[in-house]
C-alpha cells in the first residue's frame, strides 16, 4: 500500500463506538488523539481499550507487541486544541443530539489546521447539517462505523453537495488503510445503510418489552433463528451500542417523527437502565450481563427440553 498522508487522527468523543475507532486505528497503525471533555469520560475509554487488547488477542491473534504498540500510538486529552493540533483527520463522535453536534463544530473551528479533514461518525443524521458549522464544508463528509468494529469492519461514506472530490477519495482511502469495507452512499440518507436497516428493527424489538408482549429473551431468539449464523439478536445489538446512543436516537427521532412508540422505547430506556446507571455491554450490564451473556451460550436457539413446556406455556397465558 502507499505511504498514507493522513497517519495523524483525532476521534473526538470517548464513547463506546469512539473508543473503538480509536482503538482499531491505533491498531491498524495510525497516531491517535482521543478528545473528550471530561476525564471521567476517557478513564472510561480506557478502561475499554483493557478490554479490546484481550479480544483482539483473542479473536485477530494481536501479539503482546501489537498491543504494546497500539496503546503507545493513543493519547487522551480534554484539551481540544491540543487534541487537533497535529491532525490530518478528525472523526466527530460525539452524541447524537443535533445542537451538540454544531457547538462542537463551531468550538474546534479555530483550532484546525488548514489541511485536516473532518468527518461525522453521525448514526442518523446528515452531513448538510453540520456542514456549515465546520467552516470547511469542502473538507467535510460523513464516515460512520459499525459497533464491533473489529469485525463487523464497514465505512459508510457520505458527502453532502458541498463535499469535495478529493475529500472523499481522501476518507475512503482512510477507511481501507483502517481495514474497512468502504460502503458508498449515492445521496443523503438518514440512517445510511446499517441503521436504515437496524433500527428500524432495533426500536421494534424494543417496543415489543416495552409493551410487555415478550422478553429480550425469546425477542432474540427468534430473531436468531430467523437469521441463522448471526452472533447476537436485537436486545443483544443494543448493549452492544450503548443505551445513551440508543436513548438519544430514540429521543430525537421520536420527536422529529412525532412517533409515540418511539418515545415511550425511549422512555422506557431512561427508566429501566439509564436510571440505573446501566450502560449495555461496555459496563458490564444490559439486557444481559457479561463477559458472558446468555445468548452466547450454545444451546441458546436449541428446541427446550419437554420438560420445559409447562414453563413456557405458561408464558402465554393472558391475564
Not at 410487555?212 to 430473531?223: I, K, L, M, W
Amino acid at each position: 500500500m502507499e505511504n498514507s498522508e493522513f497517519n495523524n487522527l483525532t476521534v473526538a468523543g470517548a464513547g463506546v463506538l469512539g473508543g473503538q475507532i480509536a482503538w482499531h486505528s491505533a491498531y491498524k497503525g495510525k497516531n491517535v488523539a482521543i478528545f473528550n471533555r471530561s476525564e471521567e469520560g476517557l478513564e472510561r475509554c480506557r478502561t475499554a481499550h483493557k478490554t479490546y487488547a484481550y479480544i483482539y488477542k483473542q479473536d485477530l491473534g494481536a501479539t503482546d507487541k501489537d498491543i504494546q504498540e497500539t496503546e503507545g500510538r493513543l493519547t487522551f486529552s480534554t484539551d481540544l486544541k491540543q487534541a487537533v493540533a497535529n491532525a490530518d483527520i478528525v472523526i466527530e463522535a460525539i452524541p447524537e443530539i443535533p445542537d451538540a453536534k454544531t457547538k462542537f463544530y463551531q468550538s474546534m473551528m479555530p483550532f484546525l489546521p488548514k489541511h485536516t479533514l473532518l468527518a461525522t461518525n453521525s448514526s442518523t443524521l446528515l452531513p448538510s447539517s453540520f456542514a456549515e458549522a465546520t467552516g470547511r464544508p469542502e473538507k467535510f463528509c460523513a464516515l460512520h462505523f459499525a459497533n464491533l468494529i473489529w469485525s463487523l469492519n464497514i465505512g459508510e461514506v457520505m458527502a453532502h453537495k458541498g463535499t469535495s472530490e478529493q475529500t472523499l477519495v481522501d476518507v475512503t482511502r482512510f477507511a481501507i488503510e483502517i481495514g474497512m469495507v468502504p460502503i458508498p452512499l449515492q445521496k443523503e440518507y438518514n440512517g445510511y445503510v446499517c441503521n436504515a436497516l437496524s433500527v428500524p428493527i432495533l426500536n421494534a424489538a424494543q417496543s415489543l418489552i416495552t409493551s410487555g408482549a415478550s422478553t429480550p429473551e425469546y425477542v432474540d431468539r427468534t430473531y436468531m433463528i430467523l437469521n441463522r449464523g448471526c452472533a447476537l439478536g436485537p436486545c443483544g445489538l443494543m448493549d452492544v451500542v450503548g443505551f445513551k446512543t440508543l436513548f438519544d436516537v430514540l429521543s430525537h427521532w421520536g420527536e422529529a417523527n412525532q412517533d409515540a412508540k418511539m418515545l415511550a422505547n425511549a422512555q422506557y430506556i431512561k427508566e429501566q437502565f439509564l436510571d440505573k446507571g446501566l450502560q449495555g455491554m461496555q459496563g458490564g450490564q444490559g439486557y444481559y450481563k457479561y463477559p458472558n451473556p446468555s445468548y452466547q451460550a450454545p444451546d441458546f436457539i436449541d428446541v427446550p427440553d419437554i420438560s420445559k413446556a409447562k414453563e413456557i406455556a405458561m408464558m402465554a397465558k393472558l391475564d
